[in-house]
């Protein structure tokens, strides 16, 4: 308002104020409205674009985009459980309580990012193996599809390696075992599956241990199905130095050999505790599979090895583990065992292990049940060695009660 306070003053009334903060709210619902219906038409457009349509009539999953923010607390970063090349993993919790991992893809390139999706959709679409990470459903809303994969609650084999506070690793029974579990898996992978597959990343990091230490092959983003040939020529190499077939790495063409190199390298890390690339203690770098392959078949093995065998049966499955795993590390593909051959030794191995386990345990079952046993009959002849000493002590009494009766 204004004018000389007593007579004339101009401005704006009560009304025209109120009218004014109306048509702003209204303006302001309007365009909330608007940007919500955009929204929503954009998702139902991802939605169909991504196959919902036919996905949502299968046996498979569809999570709403909003149920998965609230899961993973908007992506927050202490909810992050891992990044590799292509997205993040986040851990989240659903309404009813399930625990989930959601793969997150990034990038800029969405084009790029939608093409990885739907490479690993189709591969791990194809895969139902115990000892491989369950895919449990999809969110097709957003511009990249995410993944939702169960939740494996005791982290990453390469984690219980290196944590030198974890006690799962501490017997070789558990080490021979995981090995068995990770071979069975691939196994599957390259024979079973239809179409087979070739991982293409395998290492300890892709290897997760559930709620019983059951090992799980995770993270499928440079995996591809095979043609009859058994060969891809890559576009591109994928995986992780250390673990990277040198076969592969020379010519790019990728093969299921490529899989038992890198899972020859989990081998090795599992006997030594020490990642491929690792720093000795005098401070230099040395590549562990070349410290390794020199070992085998000799005393120096058992040097480097990252826990104690327990007996000689024990130092001898150390040994045919060594040999198979420097088999593996075969610079040349066509010389390496087949994954096939690989799995069979390794039950054969950790069957013995399980028999000679179950028969000491037998043993000392038998041991105490013996002492046992003995304890029993000593006690019985001590009993009747006891009743024996009691009965003429009874009788003296009676008689001395019986006397007494008659004198009275």
């Not at 080490?175 to 599957?188: D, G, H, P, Q, V």
């Amino acid at each position: 308002m204004y004018g000389d306070g007593k007579k004339g003053c101009q401005g704006l009334g009560i009304i025209t104020i109120i009218a004014a903060i109306g048509a702003t709210i209204f303006l302001v619902i309007i365009c909330l409205l608007l940007y919500m219906m955009c929204k929503r038409r954009e998702k139902e457009k991802n939605f169909r674009k991504h196959g919902g349509i036919v996905l949502k009539h299968q046996r498979v999953r569809i999570f709403r985009e909003a149920e998965l923010e609230k899961a993973t607390k908007n992506y927050a970063d202490d909810q992050k459980l891992g990044e590799g090349g292509f997205g993040s993993v986040y851990k989240g919790v659903l309404a009813d309580n399930t625990l989930v991992a959601v793969k997150k893809f990034k990038g800029v390139d969405k084009a790029q990012m939608n093409e990885e999706f739907h490479k690993e959709m189709g591969v791990i679409s194809q895969v139902n193996h115990k000892n491989v990470v369950k895919l449990l459903g999809l969110c097709l809303e957003t511009r990249v599809p995410l993944l939702v994969y169960e939740l494996i609650s005791n982290g990453t084999l390469s984690k219980h390696i290196h944590d030198k506070g974890s006690q799962i690793l501490v017997s070789w029974s558990n080490r021979l075992r995981i090995a068995s579990e990770i071979a069975l898996a691939l196994n599957y992978l390259h024979s079973l599956a239809d179409p087979p597959i070739i991982h293409g990343d395998v290492k300890s990091v892709n290897i997760l241990l559930d709620n019983k230490y059951t090992a799980k092959i995770a993270d499928f983003g440079a995996s591809v199905l095979l043609s009859t040939d058994k060969t891809i020529i890559a576009e591109k190499i994928q995986g992780t130095l250390g673990y990277l077939d040198p076969e592969y790495l020379m010519t790019g063409i990728l093969t299921v050999q490529s899989d038992v190199y890198s899972f020859g390298v989990v081998l090795v890390e599992l006997l030594t505790g020490e990642k491929p690339n690792s720093i000795s203690s005098s401070g230099e770098k040395r590549n562990i599979i070349q410290h390794f392959i020199p070992t085998v078949g000799t005393e120096n093995l058992f040097k480097i090895l990252d826990f104690k065998a327990a007996d000689e049966g024990e130092m001898d499955e150390i040994e045919a583990i060594a040999k198979l795993a420097k088999a593996c590390l075969d610079s040349m593909g066509v010389n390496r065992p087949t994954i096939k051959q690989v799995s069979d030794e390794l039950a054969k191995v950790n069957d013995h292990n399980q028999k000679s386990w179950t028969n000491q345990n037998s043993n000392e079952t038998d041991s105490l049940l013996g002492e046992t046993s003995q304890s029993m009959t000593l006690s019985q002849t001590n009993n009747k060695e006891a009743d024996q000493l009691v009965t003429p002590s009874q009788t003296v009494i009676s008689f001395q009660i019986e006397n007494y009766t008659n004198s009275s």
